[in-house]
């Protein structure tokens, strides 16, 4: 009959078990950096974007003709109070039009001239942009910086001339916006020595 062997530890395991798994702090060294933390009063914004940190007011249209009164800036955040859906007629119809119980409306932009436009936004909501009667297809989506309040951005190649950004689907009864020009990799590459 066999005998089980007793299970026996190394002598060199019983010693690292022994040693720290690094080395102690000095007293003279400083502590490490804690996390950068997000500040209400310091949002983490490039320079393109600054914008956004203060933005001014304005009133969703609920029908084309009321597009006149809900024009936005370029470069200039805007948080825009948003209708009832029901109370919405818009120049095409959305992709996610959005219940009885959720809120939209449009705004116009003026692109000053032809090229890609950002259009960023702080909450959910379904984002169109219509120009000519038709729906213009966005060309790249993302998230806005950490702590920068953005929570999507979508770029739109566009004409010079006005478009109708239609919002649909939200939440909730306002809505930060803004939209910026994407710079051209011409312009955003140095130049070389």
Request: glycine share 8%; aromatic share 4%.
């Amino acid at each position: 009959m066999a005998t089980a062997k007793p299970f026996v530890i190394p002598s060199l395991a019983v010693l690292l078990l022994g040693l720290p798994l690094s080395a102690p702090a000095r007293a003279d060294d400083p502590p490490p950096a804690p996390p950068a933390a997000c500040t209400p009063d310091k949002p983490a914004l490039p320079d393109d974007l600054r914008g956004w940190a203060s933005p001014s007011h304005l009133a969703a249209a609920g029908t084309v003709s009321a597009l006149d009164h809900a024009v936005l800036p370029p470069g200039q955040a805007v948080l825009v109070a948003l209708r009832p859906t029901p109370d919405v007629s818009y120049a095409l119809r959305p992709d996610e039009p959005g219940g009885s119980v959720s809120s939209g409306g449009m705004v116009a932009f003026d692109a000053p001239k032809a090229g890609t436009y950002r259009v960023m936004l702080n909450a959910r909501a379904w984002l169109d942009l219509v120009r000519d009667g038709a729906a213009v297809g966005s060309t790249h989506h993302e998230r806005g910086p950490a702590c920068s309040g953005i929570g999507k951005m979508v770029d739109f190649p566009l004409p010079a001339g006005r478009a109708i950004i239609q919002l649909s689907g939200s939440g909730k009864p306002e809505i930060e916006i803004m939209v910026v020009p994407v710079p051209t990799r011409a312009e955003t590459t140095l130049p070389t020595p």
